[in-house]
């Protein structure tokens, strides 16, 4: 069983649907969660960041931990074509430059 | 705004070829990693370095070597090229703690090696 396990998807919605991508992990210890966004034939970027439990928002995009269940999510709100990319979600146990232990990546397509 | 360069984006060599991946960071960051991307298998940490002239082996070094002589500059030499190593390849950065106000690993934009 993978460290961090993610549906590989693809994930296919309209434009303008919510979309809402998870990742599962088994060690209790990790502590900081990130979420990275990889258009195609480019590197992941960063685009969110959390410490801990509970839930963070920026602009469309809110991440959400829940350490109990060892669960953490992305939701998309009014998705647009441009969010069409493979999403990777990341974490560490002790701070975020630390080594992080990746996820597979969804591939999310947005449909006009 | 260029964070982490990566010297190709694409490259074809040859079966039994030396080849060098070069990445170059300009954020100062200590630690440096080289991953390798393949469909169904997602990233896999081939080596990383915390400081300069320092490598720890990742998950998958075989086949492989890095080089680390200055603090921005980290080089992936891949001995003696074969077709399983045909991949996307892909450096990153971090700082060691998230006190110097940077989170995470910031990405090249990846080098396409084709190995015929």
């Known amino acids: 069983q993978k460290e961090v396990e993610q549906d590989p998807g693809p994930l296919s919605v309209p434009e303008g649907a919510i979309v809402s991508l998870n990742c599962t992990y088994s060690?209790?210890?990790?502590?900081?969660f990130m979420w990275y966004r990889q258009y195609s034939r480019k590197g992941p970027e960063l685009l969110m960041y959390?410490?801990?439990?509970g839930n963070k928002e920026d602009g469309r995009f809110t991440a959400q931990v829940d350490k109990s269940s060892k669960y953490i999510s992305l939701f998309i709100r009014d998705s647009q074509p441009s969010d069409s990319a493979t999403y990777l979600c990341a974490m560490s146990f002790n701070n975020a430059g630390n080594m992080l232990t990746f996820g597979g990546g969804t591939r999310l397509m947005v449909k006009p | 705004d260029v964070k982490v360069t990566q010297s190709s984006r694409y490259l074809v060599k040859r079966t039994g070829e030396k080849v060098f991946l070069e990445c170059v960071q300009d954020m100062d960051h200590e630690n440096m990693f080289w991953y390798r991307q393949d469909p169904g298998l997602g990233l896999r940490l081939i080596y990383f370095s915390y400081d300069v002239k320092m490598k720890e082996k990742g998950d998958i070094p075989e086949g492989y070597s890095v080089s680390r002589e200055k603090k921005e500059r980290f080089s992936l030499i891949l001995e003696s090229a074969s077709t399983n190593q045909t991949s996307m390849y892909l450096c990153?950065?971090?700082?060691?703690?998230?006190?110097?106000?940077?989170?995470?690993?910031?990405f090249g934009s990846g080098t396409r090696l084709t190995v015929v």
């Open positions: 060690n209790s210890a990790f502590q900081y």
């Open positions: 990153a950065s971090s700082f060691s703690s998230t006190g110097q106000g940077d989170y995470g690993y910031t």
């Open positions: 959390t410490y801990s439990s």
